[in-house]
């Protein structure tokens, strides 16, 4: 999430000339290769042997006790009204569900159903799957918009509309692109590029200083995309760490898995870099005007980073731990050897995750500093090495 820095000092016809000629041939490319790569219809087809998905309301439950030695907890079952899908109208029997992570039905209970009449032979033809829960998801979203407009203001509404942007990328080219079968790195800095161009200038505004950040964003995703190439084939990943990756290894033959690792890590690093790099470049157009050399420009700027960077490398190691919770827990719970469980495939991709990332991370200071050093206007007689004359300071103590 990115802070409101406030209005940015305005830049001279010099500076805006050079963040120009480097940013619109960026853009322009980015563009032709959202249009080149943008992918077709890539709708999943129909499963001829699955079910088909309802809506339903729980009318009535029915339970009862369970035999000697069942493994389950609760027997019975339970009267559903239909309200979408297959059935609509009617009032259907089904088994109370079963197996970890169940939850009882009661009276009332919104339910997802599964239609599939052959699933076994002289069973129910509907089975409860989940829970409906888009009325709640609903609201939760609708307070969370209100909370960013009542503090935001307008500012709240331009970040709310770079989100939008940001979902609408992930969801009509990102996704549909690596699952037509393009490459999944390529595919993700295409798609990176395209959010931190609408996302910022929409937050930000069109100014010098918000084209500063996206030119370091753009070269720290460059570096977190090819650290993670160079460790992930180092490492010998095949991107088959976790249950969803195997689902996708049978599902989608052809589909590159480790590309699809690398894919997430720049996305997932793009969240953090564009704070650290738009508070960079703001930092250097404040502090531009009392500055005596660009280099000296660029060693406070940094200083201030490094308190900044230091929050911002805790917050992507701990987004990375609170995601991976389950396998952590599964960790401290095996008997397995640490060094074994730490080079197993599951978990190291997770340290490839969170190392790449803070790297990246990490970057973005001295790459955003120096470009907003390189382009800062520092007046008539500064330079690289150009400190104020001593006479001029004794002239302004008189």
Same mark, same amino acid.
Not at 16 to 43: C, E, F, K, M, Y
Not at 225 to 246: E, P
């Given at each position: ?17 050079? @963040? ?59 009267? @559903? ?53 888009? !009325? ?81 964003? $753009? ?28 689902? $996708? ?13 690398? !894919? ?35 060693? =406070? ?17 701990? =987004? ?7 396998? $952590? ?44 050093? $390189? @382009? ?23």
């Amino acid at each position: 999430m990115s802070h409101d820095h406030g209005p940015p000092p305005a830049a001279s016809r010099r500076t805006r000339r050079i @963040v120009t000629a480097v940013l619109v041939p960026a853009a322009l490319a980015t563009l032709v290769a959202l249009i080149l790569l943008w992918p077709g219809d890539v709708s999943a087809e129909p499963d001829p042997g699955g079910g088909q998905r309802a809506l339903a309301t729980v009318t009535a439950v029915a339970e009862q006790t369970c035999p000697a030695g069942a493994s389950q907890q609760r027997c019975g079952s339970a009267t @559903v009204r239909v309200t979408e899908g297959p059935g609509a109208g009617a009032d259907q029997t089904v088994d109370l569900p079963q197996g970890p992570g169940t939850s009882a039905l009661h009276v009332g209970d919104d339910v997802v159903l599964l239609y599939y009449p052959d699933a076994v032979p002289g069973g129910r033809a509907y089975t409860v799957v989940d829970r409906q829960r888009s !009325a709640p998801m609903m609201w939760l979203v609708a307070v969370a918009v209100a909370v960013i407009l009542a503090f935001g203001r307008w500012r709240g509404l331009t970040s709310l509309a770079g989100l939008a942007v940001s979902f609408g990328l992930l969801l009509l080219f990102v996704v549909p692109a690596i699952l037509d079968g393009s490459p999944p790195l390529l595919i993700a800095v295409v798609g990176a590029s395209a959010i931190m161009f609408a996302a910022l200038y929409l937050t930000h505004g069109v100014n010098v200083h918000t084209s500063v950040a996206v030119a370091g964003t $753009l070269a720290s995703l460059v570096l977190t995309g090819v650290l993670g190439a160079v460790f992930s084939s180092a490492m010998h990943l095949t991107g088959l760490g976790s249950d969803d990756s195997s689902s $996708l290894a049978v599902t989608r033959t052809g589909l590159d898995l480790r590309g699809l690792l690398l !894919a997430g890590i720049v996305i997932g690093a793009l969240g953090v870099l564009d704070d650290v790099t738009v508070t960079q470049a703001v930092t250097v157009a404040e502090m531009t005007p009392g500055a005596t050399s660009r280099w000296a420009l660029y060693r =406070a700027a940094t200083r201030v980073g490094r308190a900044h960077v230091a929050s911002a490398v805790n917050t992507i190691v701990l =987004a990375y731990a609170g995601a991976s919770l389950p396998l $952590l827990l599964l960790i401290a719970a095996s008997s397995e050897p640490i060094s074994d469980l730490l080079t197993s495939e599951y978990l190291a991709q997770e340290i490839l995750r969170s190392a790449v990332g803070t790297i990246g991370l990490v970057a973005s200071v001295p790459i955003t500093t120096a470009l907003a050093a $390189l @382009v800062a206007d520092l007046g008539p007689g500064t330079g690289p090495a150009a400190p104020e004359p001593r006479a001029g300071r004794h002239a302004r103590r008189g």
